[in-house]
């Protein structure tokens, strides 16, 4: 028997039943719900069931930030004529080059968890509840992991970029700008890996500038 665009949605979320969380950072109380790894449940679930989702945003830029808008239209490729619309889920980015695609990333996120109506937690644990974690001794280095056996370009090193924006956004002085590029050497090393050497660099010398020019003398 075919089965309508509703039964296939409703297949779909039953078998793709929820999201792991990622683990804590540093500050967090909660464990983070990451994008890459919801988009992979849903994708998984929706393709296996014949349908596929396509996105469109809108952005209204603000003084401060853009908030981007996600609508998702979820097709049936045995019916063109068959879909479920997915509105209303926006997200905020800064006004800075990752704003959009950050804003993008996290209402496309949330579209999929309302398609679905996946379920989130870890261990029961709605994130919420969860007990903050214990802060380690002040410091503004940022966790970094090479692989074991290689030094050299192209290395893949495991950085959460959101952590290490958080992290140069929220220093207000350019002596301590100064001292977390000391601290982080491998954050700034082209060896490691080309593409997110130039996403911090970028950051770090934006940031610079703009404290710079707030008054902040060397």
């Given at each position: 028997?075919?089965?309508?665009?509703?039964?296939?949605?409703?297949?779909?979320?039953?078998?793709?039943?929820?999201?792991?969380?990622?683990?804590?950072?540093?500050?967090?109380?909660?464990?983070?719900?990451?994008?890459?790894?919801?988009?992979?449940?849903?994708?998984?679930?929706?393709?296996?069931?014949?349908?596929?989702?396509?996105?469109?945003?809108?952005?209204?830029?603000?003084?401060?930030?853009?908030?981007?808008?996600?609508?998702?239209?979820?097709?049936?490729?045995?019916?063109?004529?068959?879909?479920?619309?997915?509105?209303?889920?926006?997200?905020?980015?800064?006004?800075?080059?990752?704003?959009?695609?950050?804003?993008?990333?996290?209402?496309?996120?949330?579209?999929?968890?309302?398609?679905?109506?996946?379920?989130?937690?870890?261990?029961?644990?709605?994130?919420?509840?969860?007990?903050?974690?214990?802060?380690?001794?002040?410091?503004?280095?940022?966790?970094?992991?090479?692989?074991?056996?290689?030094?050299?370009?192209?290395?893949?090193?495991?950085?959460?970029?959101n952590q290490v924006?958080?992290?140069?956004?929220?220093?207000?002085?350019?002596?301590?700008?100064?001292?977390?590029?000391?601290?982080?050497?491998?954050?700034?090393?082209?060896?490691?890996?080309?593409?997110?050497?130039?996403?911090?660099?970028?950051?770090?010398?934006?940031?610079?500038?703009?404290?710079?020019?707030q008054g902040v003398?060397?």
């Amino acid at each position: 028997m075919k089965l309508n665009i509703y039964q296939k949605l409703h297949k779909a979320a039953c078998e793709a039943g929820g999201v792991a969380k990622g683990k804590k950072v540093p500050g967090m109380h909660f464990n983070p719900l990451q994008h890459d790894e919801v988009q992979k449940v849903a994708m998984e679930s929706l393709l296996n069931n014949g349908l596929y989702p396509i996105c469109t945003y809108t952005n209204y830029v603000k003084e401060t930030f853009i908030m981007v808008t996600c609508s998702m239209r979820i097709h049936d490729i045995e019916d063109p004529t068959s879909h479920v619309d997915i509105e209303g889920c926006s997200a905020m980015g800064n006004l800075d080059k990752f704003g959009t695609g950050n804003g993008m990333s996290y209402a496309k996120k949330y579209a999929f968890l309302n398609a679905l109506n996946l379920k989130t937690g870890l261990d029961n644990d709605d994130g919420y509840k969860a007990k903050p974690f214990e802060e380690p001794k002040p410091t503004n280095k940022i966790p970094q992991q090479k692989p074991s056996g290689t030094a050299h370009a192209s290395v893949d090193m495991d950085i959460d970029m959101n952590q290490v924006r958080d992290a140069i956004k929220s220093i207000n002085d350019i002596y301590a700008l100064r001292k977390f590029r000391k601290e982080n050497p491998g954050l700034f090393d082209p060896n490691n890996n080309v593409r997110v050497y130039r996403q911090i660099t970028d950051l770090y010398e934006t940031h610079e500038t703009q404290l710079n020019q707030q008054g902040v003398t060397q």
